[in-house]
């Protein structure tokens, strides 16, 4: 008999950002229990957890909306402690503004985080030293809206998505200079190859969530080669894709966005989404299944067996098993109005 995946997570904490909440909220990763919920400055967009200072971080990207549609760009990240559920500092990266997408080299202690430009200076990526807290310096990536930022394991090279932008930022992290342009019709979410070959790439951008088949580059997930800096391959897909994760077996999960053809809300008229499964090493797509609208942000439990997917417009996060490829379970994610559910981290107990 298979065992449930649920065996063994008791202790094991699920973080959820309501982005228009504005809260993270912590969920029983056994049971699903509600914990309790922190209230975070608006507008929260990502979380990244450091298990070795044991603090949850959280960007706040914008005082209102989202990327294309907002009304002005904060800030802050805040540290949460995740046992207590209480937030521990609210950092201020002014004048650096626009904070969202987060990596973490526990080894070398630094949080690396994507930063909108201005009229008078491109995108980058803001370094903090995870013990004191304190930005160390910035990383130009000569782009205006790096957006998803992901490290190869080694901690040497770093890789920024950026929608508008015709290319991936890559930078050398040692130096902290812009190193290469990887040619992409705008990109969104991403991941790097667990031994640091290869980046996965969802492309192309999904601003103007066209509804319409056929039209503009094909979508998909860009596979970037480390040595050349270039695209060697697509995984294809049917939808355009904004979040990207690689679980620790090796499994590439994509969060495609469907669309109807009339527009009800800021944010368009959506289907259900998809969550499509490829392998990393052979690039073979491995099967799919619905989940709610507009898929934000995945991730996975550390051994690779149960999938998260944020879905903004529903406020659910479907929680999958991916060796069958069923729904687990949903949580529905509270929210005082559009949108909802969006930056998840999965807390191992403390040891």
């Not at 995984?235 to 499994?251: Q, R, Y």
């Amino acid at each position: 008999m298979q065992q449930s995946p649920r065996v063994g997570r008791e202790g094991d904490v699920l973080a959820v950002v309501s982005q228009s909440g504005p809260t993270v909220s912590f969920f029983d990763a056994a049971s699903d229990r509600h914990l309790g919920s922190v209230d975070v400055p608006a507008e929260p967009h990502e979380l990244c957890f450091d298990p070795t200072q044991r603090l949850l971080w959280c960007t706040t990207a914008y005082h209102s909306g989202y990327y294309h549609a907002n009304s002005g760009r904060r800030t802050e990240l805040t540290a949460i402690d995740p046992d207590t559920r209480r937030i521990v500092e609210v950092v201020d990266l002014a004048p650096e503004h626009g904070p969202h997408g987060l990596a973490l080299d526990t080894a070398r202690r630094r949080l690396y985080v994507s930063v909108e430009g201005s009229a008078d200076r491109s995108g980058g990526v803001v370094v903090l030293d995870t013990e004191t807290r304190r930005p160390l310096g910035r990383i130009d990536t000569d782009a205006p809206g790096p957006h998803w930022f992901a490290i190869d394991p080694a901690g040497r090279t770093g890789y920024a998505t950026n929608k508008e932008a015709p290319f991936v930022s890559v930078v050398d992290l040692e130096r902290g200079t812009l190193t290469a342009k990887v040619e992409v019709p705008g990109s969104e979410g991403l991941a790097v190859s667990a031994d640091g070959t290869h980046a996965f790439v969802a492309a192309p951008y999904a601003g103007s969530f066209s509804a319409t088949p056929g039209e503009g580059p094909a979508t998909g997930i860009r596979v970037i080669e480390a040595r050349t800096a270039s695209v060697v391959g697509t995984l294809p897909t049917e939808g355009l894709v904004m979040p990207v994760h690689l679980t620790s077996t090796g499994k590439v999960l994509a969060g495609e966005t469907r669309m109807v053809s009339d527009s009800a809300s800021p944010l368009g008229h959506h289907a259900p989404g998809r969550l499509t499964v490829f392998s990393a090493d052979t690039r073979e797509r491995l099967g799919s299944l619905e989940v709610g609208h507009l898929p934000l942000t995945i991730t996975s439990s550390p051994d690779g067996r149960l999938a998260y997917v944020s879905c903004v417009v529903s406020s659910t996060v479907h929680i999958v098993d991916l060796e069958t490829l069923r729904d687990a379970a949903r949580l529905d994610i509270a929210r005082r109005g559009e949108p909802g559910a969006h930056g998840l981290a999965y807390i191992p107990r403390p040891a």
